[in-house]
């Protein structure tokens, strides 16, 4: 990992607009659904562009500790795995998994198929993230599995004696990963399994993300209209697979564009994506944008910005990089739908609301969103912009920084856990310029 310091001061955007083409890294979405159903397979599995982060790295030291053999090409983007063809060989094990939530749900999951002793604990952060709901699921289908301090939330602790399978209930308002997560793990059941899923189901492209991943290694969940799934036990097939580059991480230099009036190409990413995150560029059409899909690329021209009112439950990880966009649009921008934000890395929303305020905004919270009036030029403010360990808030308020003096972004090595070599790729856009 790149050496970050402990606070880093955004340089302004001088002269003229600027005209580049990026690639982002890998999905982390992509690249852990993809280690957890490769590990589970039978026969060995080749995930080509595979992204390297703190959270991919959690994911991959949890299953080599779990017995699995997984290589990671880091230069080469190729991360090869042994799959263990649903019963993991090491059959007790202490694993941490960082402030990683897809591994904690993912893992979680995966191991009740399977049989043996096993903990999962993370940071502080991740002690406060909910897990209950999942636990739940699988208790309903034979897992004996438990929040250790009782708090719903990790350490989870776990007697793994496979699943039964039958029918199980998911809470859908909360995080999709819980749903994924049961979905990813249910073909190994010994019969066949009924989900059904309660109340709304949030980031609904993540579960068509995870339906994609589990067909291209052979198998095949109906799905009725994201409430009803059914599994029936079924075995993946390692393969070779094609990680595309991260949309969530394309949104910042989407919004770079948006911001300056300039012209960024995200090579890699087109209409064709698994990822939902790539209709982040609708909403910036919307707001004045001009935006060029082609085979193989996306392009967003920046022009002048409107305010907006969206619901963003489906992209609800590029909310902060449009709360940002907010601060450069004409009107009063309202951010709806996404109250289970407050259940990531950090409450994204209160955080948001307090250093958009540093930088001058009007902001009114909402528990399911935001209100934001931007401030004029002349009541933009220098501030130092706290982080709270989330990746998301270090990349998104750096576009701030590009129009607004003295903005400051402490802990800018937060973003490693999605996105090392951010500060990198940034500074290149401004060299290409």
Known sequence: MPAYPAELVVETWTGAPPEASVR??????????????????????????????????????????????????????LITIEGCNGRFPVDKADLFVGNSGTTLRFLTAALAVGKGSYRIDGVPRMRQRPVSDLLQALNGLGSNAKSELGTGCPPVVMEADGLDGGWAFVRGDVSSQFLSGL?????????????????????QPYIAMTLDVMRAFGVDPSNRKNRRFVVHPALYQGREYRIEPDASAASYFFALAAITGGSITVEGLDEATVQGDLDF?????????????????????????????????????????????????????????????????????????????????????????????????????????????????????????????????????????????????????????
């Open 24 to 77: 982002v890294p890998g999905s982390k979405s992509l690249t852990n659904r993809a280690l957890i159903v490769a590990a589970l397979a039978h026969g060995p599995s080749r995930l080509t562009g595979a992204l390297d982060s703190d959270d991919t790295r959690v994911m991959v030291d949890a299953l080599k500790a779990l017995g699995i053999a997984v290589e990671h090409d880091r230069d080469a983007a």
């Open 183 to 203: 979905l990813m793990a249910l073909p190994y059941s010994r019969e066949e399994t009924v989900v059904e899923v309660e109340g709304t189901l949030v980031s």
């Open 281 to 433: 560029v609708d909403v910036l059409e919307h707001m004045g944008c001009t935006v060029r899909r082609e085979a193989g690329k996306t392009t967003v021209i920046g022009g002048p910005l409107r305010a907006v009112d969206v619901d963003m439950n489906a992209i609800s990880d590029t909310v902060m990089t449009l709360a940002v966009v907010a601060l450069f649009a004409d009107g009063i921008t309202r951010i709806r739908n996404v109250g289970h934000i407050r259940h990531k890395e950090t409450d994204r929303i209160n955080a948001l609301a307090v250093e958009l305020r540093k930088l001058g905004a009007v902001v009114d919270e909402h528990p399911d969103g935001l209100v934001i009036q931007p401030p004029s030029p002349s009541e933009w403010k220098a501030a130092s912009i706290a982080t709270y360990d989330d990746h998301r808030m270090a990349m998104s308020f750096a576009l701030a920084g590009l129009k607004i003096p003295g903005v400051t972004i402490l802990d800018p090595g937060c973003v490693a856990k999605t996105y090392p070599g951010f500060w990198d790729d940034l500074a290149a856009v401004r060299t290409k310029a």
